[in-house]
C-alpha cells in the first residue's frame, strides 16, 4: 500500500536571503517554519527586521542564499513566480492607474486564459466580498485608500492564490480604517479559507487577523 503525502501547506526550511555589498548583507537568515492550510500566520517585525525580504523570497521576487520553499511537500525553491500559485498584496497596492477597478481585478484571470463571461462572473464576486459592489467602472482616483487596498485584495485573491502574502496592508490607512479594514480581511479569508501570512509591525493588527505570530529581529525568528 502506498502512502500518500500529507497535505502540509507551506514549509520553509533553512531560508536565507543575502543582498549583494561589500560585505554581503544577510536580511534572512536560516529561517524555517511552517504554515497549515487555511492558518493565517503574522510577521511581526520593526522595520529593517526581515519581513518583506521573507516574503519577496516565499513568492520567488528574490533569490535564496540558502533554504528550501515547499508547498505540500514539492520543492518550489527553483520555481518561477508565475507558477508557484501565490499572490502577493503590497503596501500601496500597486494597481494599475490605467485601469478601472474591473480591469484590475480580472488582470490575473486575463493572463490564466479566463474566459470573459467567467472574469465578469468572478469580479461581481469578489466585488460583494470586499464591499464594493456597483464599483465596477470607477476609477482608482475616485476611490478612497481604504478602497483601493480592497481592490488590490479582490485583485489578489481573483486567481483564487493557495497562499496570500500581505506586506504592511493597512500602514498607510489612518487607525480607525485600519481597525475596520482588519476586521474585514479576516473575516474575507475565512470565509474563503485562504492560507496567509500578514507582515505588519503592529501587535494590534495581528490580534485582529492572524491565528498566530511569530516576530522576527535581525533575520531571526522566535516564535510568538
Known amino acids: 500500500m502506498v502512502k500518500r ?10 531560508v536565507t536571503v543575502e543582498y549583494p555589498g561589500n560585505p554581503p548583507v544577510t536580511a534572512v537568515d536560516r529561517v524555517s517554519l511552517t504554515l497549515a492550510r487555511g492558518e493565517t500566520l503574522g510577521l511581526l517585525g520593526p522595520s529593517g527586521s526581515g519581513k518583506s525580504s521573507l516574503l519577496k523570497a516565499i513568492v520567488g521576487i528574490v533569490p535564496l542564499r540558502s533554504g528550501r520553499v515547499r508547498w505540500d511537500g514539492n520543492d518550489l525553491t527553483h520555481t518561477p513566480i508565475h507558477l508557484r500559485g501565490f499572490g502577493l498584496v503590497f503596501q500601496d497596492g500597486q494597481l494599475f492607474p490605467h485601469r478601472d477597478v474591473t480591469g ?3 488582470f490575473g484571470l486575463e493572463m490564466q486564459g479566463v474566459k470573459p463571461e467567467d472574469r465578469r462572473a468572478r469580479v461581481a464576486e469578489l466585488l460583494s466580498l470586499v464591499g464594493l459592489e456597483g464599483y465596477e ?15 488590490a485584495l479582490a485583485r489578489s485573491l481573483a486567481p483564487r492564490p493557495r497562499l496570500l502574502l500581505l506586506d504592511e496592508p ?3 490607512l489612518d487607525r480607525e480604517l485600519r481597525n475596520r479594514l482588519a476586521a474585514d480581511i479576516k473575516e474575507i479569508l475565512t470565509s474563503t ?32
Open 104 to 106: 484590475n481585478i480580472s
Open 193 to 224: 479559507g485562504t492560507t496567509a501570512i500578514i507582515v505588519t509591525h503592529d501587535p494590534d493588527e495581528v490580534a485582529m487577523m492572524c491565528s498566530r505570530f511569530v516576530r522576527i529581529d535581525g533575520g531571526r525568528l522566535a516564535l510568538g
Open 170 to 172: 493597512l500602514s498607510s
Open 137 to 151: 467602472s470607477r476609477r482608482l482616483d475616485e476611490l478612497s485608500g481604504g478602497e483601493r487596498q480592497r481592490v
Open 5 to 14: 503525502k500529507r497535505a502540509t501547506g507551506l514549509e520553509l526550511t533553512d
